[in-house]
């Protein structure tokens, strides 16, 4: 598919795109629980009002 686009990609970059699309990295897990927390907190202080 890249070359029908005539795109050249290193294979060395596709695989490691590749490979963060399976397994995201341990800053990417934390961010989404995170998150989670926050919108927990946020919930929390709009009953609090």
Request: proline share 6%.
């Amino acid at each position: 598919m890249r070359a029908a686009h005539g795109i050249s990609i290193a294979p060395s970059t596709y695989y490691a795109a590749r490979k963060r699309e399976l397994a995201p990295s341990p800053g990417t897990v934390r961010d989404e629980e995170l998150k989670e927390q926050i919108k927990e907190q946020i919930k929390e202080q709009i009953k609090e009002v």
